[in-house]
């Protein structure tokens, strides 16, 4: 837990793109799936009678 401390406070600039990195990747997998349920959810709905 020391050296992660020590590492935050002095290298904010590479936690930083570190955090930017992890945040793309998590948006480069999830967003995909997320339009593509998100046009399915809407082709059902669409679907349904009134």
């Not at 020590?6 to 480069?28: H, S």
């Not at 339009?35 to 082709?43: E, K, P, S």
């Amino acid at each position: 837990m020391g050296h992660s401390l020590i590492l935050a406070f002095t290298a904010k600039e590479f936690v930083f793109w570190m955090v930017l990195f992890a945040f793309g990747g998590l948006g480069a997998c999830f967003g995909p799936w997320g339009m593509i349920t998100g046009l399915i959810t809407v082709i059902f709905v669409k679907q349904q009678p009134q």
